[in-house]
């Protein structure tokens, strides 16, 4: 037999190849997930979870298991490119974990502050998570006092006053129309 080939097996090559073993070190998180970063002084990014994920199917479950096919009628996504709000719990997580390969999940994000419950007919839901009010306002009173003025005005040139002066000094160009 060839002794390098022998060689090449050390118990400490066999025990690294071991199935149970566990390399020292990393950060558990829920789930099952160890993270092992490169820096030993790796800290997680201060960050708040949404309270609300936008999920829309982007597959079809044509050819999927039974189950999958009921968590989709569950959340209501009958077809392709139909949109469900969800809470981020971990109930709802776990059933999103099931089909994730059929769906896009998208954090839903409150830029201007959450809508209280008189601006909930003016909420608009963006494709990239973004919750925005876009409730009307009201013109202020002194910008509307202003604007009364500036059209009241008689010394204002209007469109056919200017046309007329224009036209007039572009006729009487050298007799002093300037």
């Not at 970063?37 to 990014?45: A, E, M, T, V, W």
Request: hydrophobic fraction near 30%.
């Amino acid at each position: 037999m060839n002794k390098q080939l022998l060689k090449a097996s050390t118990p400490l090559t066999s025990l690294i190849r071991w199935r149970g073993y566990k390399h020292p070190g990393g950060i558990r998180y829920p789930g099952g997930i160890t993270f092992y970063p490169r820096n030993p002084n790796h800290k997680d990014p201060e960050c708040s979870p949404s309270k609300l994920f936008r999920v829309e199917q982007i597959k079809t479950s044509k050819h999927h298991p039974w189950w999958e096919k009921k968590v989709l009628s569950e959340l209501k996504l009958e077809a392709i490119n139909q949109v469900a709000i969800v809470k981020n719990i971990p109930e709802m997580n776990a059933k999103l974990w099931k089909i994730k390969h059929l769906i896009k999940v998208t954090p839903i994000t409150f830029p201007y502050g959450e809508p209280t419950e008189e601006d909930i007919k003016y909420t608009v839901l963006k494709e990239n998570g973004q919750c925005i009010v876009t409730k009307t306002l009201q013109p202020e009173q002194q910008k509307l006092e202003a604007l009364e003025k500036f059209e009241n005005d008689p010394k204002k040139m209007d469109s056919t006053t200017i046309k007329k002066d224009s036209r007039y000094k572009w006729n009487n160009a050298f007799t002093g129309g300037f």
